[in-house]
């Protein structure tokens, strides 16, 4: 399965996204931001692959200035690949 993540420069943001999330009946956590991706608070929230489209459009309709962006996930041979989506 593949991992995505919502990446904000705000925990405050990523927090509240999540809540959101939730609230609108999507899985997510709130998640430390691989290093990989080189940007952000260090938090990010975490989506499955077939709730992308509805993160997006929960995404939309907040006002989150802090966002960075969406982050594809990949762990192969014991390493992380970050990927933008």
Do not use: W
């Not at 993540?5 to 999330?21: G, H, I, K, N, P």
């Not at 692959?49 to 993160?55: N, R, V």
């Amino acid at each position: 399965m593949q991992t995505y993540l919502a990446v904000f420069r705000s925990r405050a943001q990523t927090l509240d996204f999540v809540a959101r999330l939730r609230a609108a009946g999507i899985p997510a956590s709130a998640v430390s931001t691989p290093k990989e991706a080189r940007v952000g608070c260090g938090l990010s929230a975490k989506i499955g692959a077939f709730d992308l489209i509805g993160a997006k459009r929960v995404l939309a309709c907040g006002h989150y200035g802090a966002f960075a962006g969406f982050f594809r996930v990949e762990t192969r041979n014991g390493r992380t690949f970050v990927y933008p989506a």
